[in-house]
């Protein structure tokens, strides 16, 4: 297990780096001058000399990036000009439009995009889960039918439709709940809560859709194998079938799903923060595009990448706990 832990956490440094590699061309050696974008169309021929010489920009590329990875690993230093500011370790560069440094901005809009992230996906693991293990078990009956219908409409409904009708209902015409406006967990733990569950419920009604597909797919697979017949020949019950086996056939592919759906949500809830009024960090990355605040977008892209990259490691050993044979391969 430990030389497998090891294998994974090699790999997930590997992809990272080439991920930062990649990225980081993609958006500074790609047409254009950052310098430019740093400093305004306003900005003079001396200005942006300066400006560029700040950023380093004068230096050869492979010097260029080189900074930029000393910058994660141990900080940076950048001159403003007047002084020299320092920013530490993980460090992604300064925003073109505030001067604020990138990781403190991605501090302040993670917390509610992982607030969003992780209440939608216990949501959408606990009804995509449930409803496919009940459609598997009841199959041919119409309880199956009215659940697959249910996953159908959920497949086909777009989130921010989800959002706009859950809104309608909830907020304007029965007025159970307010218009959600987000509260930090640390100010008031109901609340945050309270205004959370619309945009909690949009999300995982359109991923609980493919969880539930995909497990009641796995159940029907396993209860269709040798060892469950010889189970039901020795006179287990079927519950004890269901629930010891083939639930736990079925949980390898929905943890690798769950883990790839976690990470790309970090960055790619935009039409649900915007819909609801979510100060996160996908609603940031927006913001920063529309601007050209290069090193926004590549923080929250790298950020976006190591969650992605995080959450895939953590799906690897819950793989491996589910299943013993993946450790021996």
């Known amino acids: 297990m430990t030389r497998f832990l090891l294998r994974r956490a090699g790999s997930a440094v590997l992809v990272l780096l080439v991920l930062s590699v990649v990225l980081y ?8 001058d950052p310098a430019q974008l740093a400093c305004g169309p306003k900005c003079g021929t001396v200005q942006l000399h300066q400006v560029r010489q700040n950023l380093g920009l004068g230096d050869p590329l492979w010097a260029q990036y080189g900074h930029f990875l000393q910058g994660i690993l141990t900080g940076r230093d ?3 000009g007047t002084g020299t500011e320092h920013c530490g370790a993980p460090c992604l560069g300064l925003s073109y439009q505030s001067g604020d440094q990138v990781t403190a901005i991605l501090g302040q809009k993670l917390p509610a995009t992982a607030s969003l992230a992780l209440g939608a996906m216990v949501l959408w693991l606990i009804m995509g889960i449930g409803s496919g293990l009940l459609s598997a078990v009841r199959r041919g009956r119409l309880t199956e039918r009215l659940l697959t219908g249910f996953t159908l409409v959920g497949t086909a409904t777009p989130v921010f439709i989800t959002g706009i009708l859950l809104l309608m209902l909830f907020c304007s015409v029965l007025q159970w709940l307010p218009y959600p406006s987000y509260v930090p967990f640390t100010d008031d733990p109901q609340q945050w809560a309270w205004n959370l569950v619309l945009p909690w419920f949009a999300l995982a009604f359109l991923e609980s859709a493919k969880y539930a597909r995909l497990t009641r797919s796995s159940v029907l697979e396993t209860l269709a194998e040798d060892h469950v017949r010889t189970f039901r020949a020795y006179g287990v019950s079927e519950r004890a079938i269901v629930w010891r086996h083939a639930l736990r056939g079925a949980l390898p592919p929905v943890i690798a799903l769950s883990a790839m759906d976690f990470g790309t949500m970090f960055g790619g809830a935009v039409l649900t923060e915007t819909l609801f009024g979510i100060p996160g960090i996908g609603q940031k990355l927006v913001t920063a595009v529309r ?4 090193p926004v ?9 190591f969650f992605v990259v995080l959450a895939n490691a953590v799906a690897d050993v819950l793989y491996a706990v589910a299943d013993r044979r993946v450790v021996l391969a």
């Open 25 to 32: 061309a993609v958006f500074y050696v790609a047409p254009g």
């Open 78 to 80: 950048y001159s403003t």
């Open 291 to 294: 601007t050209e605040d290069l």
């Open 297 to 305: 977008v590549l923080g929250v892209t790298l950020a976006m990448g």
